[in-house]
């Protein structure tokens, strides 16, 4: 199974509606057969357990180089661009949309 993280925007803009996106993205990824790893889940484990940004990244960032690849969502993101360049790092490819990503990445069925 082709596990894929979700790099997105956060905390610029509305952080609903950021968490929204990235879930859409994880919707569309796991109805083609894709494993998706969405970091901003962490948006909903913060209200029961709040952690410093420093934490929350650092764990994300623990889980990139177990992908297989990386779906970069537009917008302006520090973080999401920090995860890319981790992606990159470890030779996990990165994509910046759904259709490529499937194009390139296919799942066998």
């Known amino acids: 199974m082709i596990k894929v993280y979700i790099a997105s925007p956060y905390t610029k803009g509305d952080a609903v509606l950021n968490v929204r996106r990235s879930l859409e993205a994880a919707d569309d990824l796991l109805s083609r057969g894709y494993v998706p790893f969405v970091p901003l889940l962490a948006h909903f484990w913060h ?9 929350w990244t650092a764990y994300d960032l623990a889980w990139v180089p177990v992908c297989d690849a990386l779906l970069r969502l537009s917008g302006e993101s520090e ?31």
């Open 79 to 109: 973080g999401a661009d920090r995860e890319v360049e981790e992606a990159r790092e470890h030779g996990v490819p990165v994509f910046f949309d759904v259709e490529t990503l499937a194009n390139e990445m296919e799942v066998e069925r």
């Open 47 to 55: 209200f029961l357990s709040p952690k410093d940004y420093r934490v």
